[in-house]
């Protein structure tokens, strides 16, 4: 028994992917043997929130009860530093697993109320593998019978083919990024990146930036996606993009992880909301009873 459960592969062509039970993490993910994102081991706890499903907020709430629908919910703190909830519920559950074939899966859990979220609400995730790389769909369903609020997000980690991200470029397709206090929740003010040192919105060099931004304003192409690429210092290049139903992306450069793990990967999450919207009630998506939301992004080794 592995600390992530049971281990689903799925493969298409050269590209091999592992998500787990517990989380419905993506574990691994490869193109021709060479890591897309930067996963774990079968044998590990994931630590920095590595690959995980981020429901039913992404990022940070604060402390303090909120109220939606006459009921009342009470955040537990598990970010101590910043007196905040980080990343959600779902992350150390087991889910169900609903079906596996050779390039595809679905896992499925039933999220039951509790104190830190009291609605009852399903969350879906369908892995693809195919020619355009790796595909995430979520589907969210009100099980409850009344309306509820969400948000959700994901927290894969992009891989560079060097032992470090130094000698990296970035490039964040934004024209804004979220204001944020001592505690990493928003002041309210979302800020334009032109003049920035935070504006990546043309390729440029990671040497010396310390990240964990969250960018919005985002700029997309005909079909609707906006994408992130990561070009590591060998020419590698990593993509991930989202569609409209992800207007944000945090971008983290690890600097705050564990020895070993610093700097060697950019994490690039995607994410409906902005940190701590359930309390302010910014950008949540609010479904009616059997209501369901769907949204899906992307990731794939470019060269």
């Known amino acids: 028994m592995l600390p992530s459960g049971e281990q689903i592969a799925i493969a298409h062509g050269d590209q091999r992917a592992v998500i787990t039970e517990v989380g419905a993490t993506l574990r691994t993910y490869a193109k021709g043997g060479v890591a897309v994102i930067e996963g774990f081991d079968g044998e590990e706890v994931p630590t920095g929130a590595r690959g995980q499903v981020l429901y039913p907020w992404p990022n940070r709430i604060g402390d303090g009860e909120w109220t939606f629908s006459d009921r009342v919910a009470h955040p537990t703190v598990d970010d101590v530093e910043h007196a ?19 390039n595809r899966c679905v896992l499925t859990l039933l999220l039951h109320p509790t104190p830190d979220y009291p609605f009852l609400s399903e969350i879906s995730l369908a892995y693809h593998l195919g020619s355009l790389g790796l595909t995430v769909t979520t589907t969210v369903t009100n099980r409850d019978d009344v309306p509820i609020p969400f948000g959700v997000g994901f927290h894969p980690y992009l891989a560079v083919t060097t032992p470090t991200i130094e000698g990296s470029q970035l490039e964040v397709p934004a024209k ?12 309210g003010e979302i800020l334009p990146l032109a003049g920035n040192q935070l504006d990546f919105s043309t390729m440029k060099s990671i040497n010396g930036h310390d990240l964990d931004v969250t960018y919005t304003e985002l700029v997309r192409d005909d079909t609707g996606m906006s994408s992130v690429v990561v070009v590591d210092g060998t020419g590698g290049e990593v993509e991930l993009s989202v569609d409209r139903n992800f207007p944000y992306i945090q971008v983290y450069t690890g600097d705050t992880l564990e020895k070993g793990r610093r700097r060697t990967a950019v994490a690039v999450e995607p994410m409906t909301c902005p940190p701590d919207a359930l309390r302010s009630g910014k950008d949540v998506v609010v479904l009616e009873p059997g209501q369901h939301w769907a949204g899906s992004w992307r990731v794939r080794r470019r060269l």
């Open 176 to 187: 804004g990024f979220i204001a944020v206090n001592a505690r990493q929740l928003p002041t």
């Open 84 to 102: 905040t909830a980080i990343h959600g519920l779902v992350r150390w559950r087991p889910f169900r697993i609903d079906s596996v074939n050779q």
